[in-house]
């Protein structure tokens, strides 16, 4: 079974730049997750979605973040423009229901954004 | 808001030796669920163990085991026999009773040495 993938896996841009950054959930997962995770930190949600709709974007700072899961399978997340801050590694998840009582997490292997 | 917090940046232990990681938490809910969850350098986050809190017995899988107490508010990690492979960033996180809303800790960085 193919785990959850990520790309790119790294990528350096200059401040007031924009991003990309792509997940594909493993298949048949209908909730997915977007994490953000600054060095020496644990990963903090950015956006969770439950098929092609928003469950919690609260801590999404919305006026240069944004993504979308269209189709309800695989994610963007876009980052514009750019901010030293928000340096980090881009972490996408997934499980099958959004219920973690009953299922796992499956985390991708992350995109890491250095901002300069 | 829930919060967890780990206490250890940093842990080192000796090969085949036992180690205990530490991690608190914070909430007013009756009914939640903990894990623990280990990032290997440049590789993905894997579930370690997981615990209900209304279930009195601690969780075990194989080397890994939890002390939870419920009261304090403490959801420890024990590894014995520690593997080369161990050596990782550990997490904790806590669930709410719907079990979504994961939160988790700052982590801790475990060395096993040979």
């Known amino acids: 079974e193919a785990g959850v993938a990520q790309s790119p896996r790294y990528k350096i841009i200059e401040k007031r730049q924009s991003v990309a950054f792509w997940c594909n959930p493993i298949?048949?997962?209908?909730?997915l997750y977007w994490y953000q995770q600054i060095l020496g930190q644990g990963p903090k949600l950015l956006i969770q979605?439950?098929?092609?709709?928003?469950?919690?974007d609260s801590q999404l700072p919305k006026d240069r973040f944004s993504a979308e899961r269209l189709k309800g399978v695989d994610s963007t997340l876009k980052i514009q423009p750019a901010k030293l801050e928000d340096s980090a590694v881009y972490l996408c998840?997934?499980?099958?229901?959004?219920?973690?009582?009953?299922?796992?997490?499956?985390f991708g292997e992350g995109s890491r954004l250095t901002v300069l | 808001a829930q919060t967890v917090t780990q206490s250890q940046p940093e842990m080192s232990v000796q090969e085949a030796e036992t180690v205990t990681l530490s991690c608190t938490y914070d909430?007013?809910?009756?009914?939640?669920?903990l894990f623990w969850y280990k990032q290997p350098p440049s590789r993905q986050m894997i579930l370690v163990i997981r615990?209900?809190?209304?279930?009195?017995q601690n969780a075990t899988e194989n080397r890994f085991s939890v002390n939870f107490q419920k009261a304090a508010k403490s959801f420890s990690l024990k590894i014995s026999d520690s593997q080369l492979g161990d050596t990782a960033m550990y997490f904790c996180?806590?669930?709410?009773?719907?079990?979504?809303?994961?939160?988790f800790g700052g982590g801790t960085r475990l060395m096993v040495k040979p």
């Open positions: 998840a997934s499980s099958f229901s959004g219920r973690l009582n009953t299922g796992e997490l499956f």
């Open positions: 979605f439950q098929n092609n709709g928003v469950v919690d």
């Open positions: 298949s048949g997962h209908a909730t």
């Open positions: 615990q209900e809190a209304y279930k009195q």
């Open positions: 996180a806590f669930a709410n009773n719907a079990g979504n809303m994961l939160t």
């Open positions: 909430t007013s809910e009756s009914n939640y669920y």
